[in-house]
């Protein structure tokens, strides 16, 4: 059974249904890809999947080690590249809710790096972390 069931709806545009939930996510193609731009780009779809994903595996781990990072809050930047067309660089500032200790700190540093995602990206895409901690 598939996890996800996508269709092309014309005009540069899909949605994909999650099979289980039934939730869906519509995406367009970008302005300057002669898209619409009014949903998500598909490479938006991707960073916003880095995103999130780093953010699940940094709160699995501060749960496991009696912490919490709740209200954490990303800024997500995505740099194209040409020749041909793809993401070159995902760019992700977080604004981290407090100031941890170092201990804490490293923890949050490596699950980010090690999520899924992350891992799945190919080494040519550059994945900027910038982690802003509350003072």
Do not use: Q, W
């Amino acid at each position: 059974m598939a996890t996800i069931e996508t269709i092309y709806l014309g005009d540069l545009r899909t949605e994909a249904t999650h099979v289980a939930s039934g939730n869906k996510i519509i995406t367009d193609a970008p302005v300057d890809n002669n898209g619409r731009g009014e949903y998500f780009s598909p490479t938006d779809m991707v960073c916003a999947a880095l995103g999130s994903c780093m953010l699940t595996i940094m709160g699995i781990s501060a749960r496991t080690h009696g912490f919490d990072i709740d209200g954490t809050r990303l800024k997500i930047d995505k740099i194209m590249a040409a020749n041909p067309r793809r993401i070159a660089e995902i760019r992700i500032e977080m604004d981290m809710p407090h100031d941890y200790e170092e201990k804490h700190k490293r923890i949050i540093e490596l699950s980010a790096k090690e999520c899924p995602v992350a891992n799945s990206l190919g080494a040519d895409v550059k994945k900027t972390l910038i982690f802003n901690y509350k003072k």
